[in-house]
């Protein structure tokens, strides 16, 4: 069994490291407890219209009308689908693209202009034509997806590819190494920390898609309950679907971060 030993001065360094920690999570959550208790008194006061902004009491009322009458972890459960399958195609195609257009410089050049014209295209544009594609159901919400976040990952992952210590391809050409072994013992360690920031980038991506597809087309998710709501005028259900694709997306951006402490763990071994 082995044991670490730290100096005095380290050990002092790491406690300090913790008791911030829980000073940064405290007032975390001091101030979403302290926007909540105003949001709950300005309602209770009469100074906003519950009808208009609702309230935490109303929101909490709606989730559990939700889950009383069953539909609560369905809905959840069709959005949920439907942004992590899109977030994963994204993730990969990405990337196998943005190492594609790497690798040859001839199809960047071809290629990077119409990538340019593509992300700065509103993908709500397309809407019509998605469905015309893909029909009415979680198929074309997950096409609409990919559609946002792809470009982000192929335009975000080339550049840290291309963005590459160049002396230090040069001095592994220098010593025979071919183009493949620069990618593997080069180009893809030092961009850990561009594919970490990617995904956090394509968690809302991902989100903002999956819902800007319910918007357009669906038949159940969160996003059809927020344009429901929004349509006859049950604006707690419109909060309500906002607070839970809220919890959802934090929760996945935390899990990312995981990822990025458990890569950051294993380059220090």
């Not at 300090?16 to 302290?34: C, Y």
């Not at 159901?137 to 335009?155: D, K, N, R």
């Not at 899990?255 to 458990?262: C, Y």
Request: charged letters at 15%; proline letters at 3%.
């Amino acid at each position: 069994m082995k044991h670490q030993s730290f100096s005095h001065e380290h050990a002092l360094y790491l406690r300090a490291r913790k008791k911030n920690l829980a000073l940064v999570w405290i007032l975390r959550l001091g101030i979403l407890a302290l926007l909540l208790g105003a949001w709950e008194l300005v309602t209770a006061l009469g100074w906003i219209d519950p009808f208009i902004m609702s309230s935490p009491s109303r929101i909490a009322k709606t989730i559990a009308s939700l889950y009383a009458d069953g539909s609560l972890f369905y809905h959840i459960g069709v959005t949920l689908w439907e942004t992590l399958a899109g977030f994963a195609i994204a993730v990969v195609l990405g990337f196998a693209v943005a190492l594609l257009l790497w690798w040859s410089d001839t199809v960047r050049r071809v290629l990077e202009p119409y990538i340019v014209v593509i992300n700065a295209l509103p993908k709500i544009a397309l809407g019509p034509l998605i469905i015309v594609w893909f029909g009415t159901g979680s198929e074309a919400i997950v096409f609409m997806t990919v559609l946002v976040g792809i470009i982000v990952a192929i335009m975000h992952m080339l550049s840290a590819f291309v963005g590459t210590d160049q002396n230090k391809i040069l001095l592994m050409r220098s010593m025979g190494a071919n183009k493949w072994q620069i990618l593997q013992k080069l180009v893809l360690p030092s961009s850990y920390p561009a594919v970490i920031s990617m995904l956090k980038i394509n968690v809302g991506m991902a989100w903002i898609g999956s819902i800007m597809g319910e918007y357009i087309v669906s038949r159940a998710g969160l996003g059809y309950l927020i344009v429901y709501g929004g349509q006859v005028f049950k604006l707690d259900l419109v909060m309500s679907a906002t607070f839970i694709l809220c919890v959802l997306a934090a929760g996945m951006y935390f899990l990312v971060v995981l990822l990025e402490k458990a890569l950051v763990k294993n380059a220090e071994r």
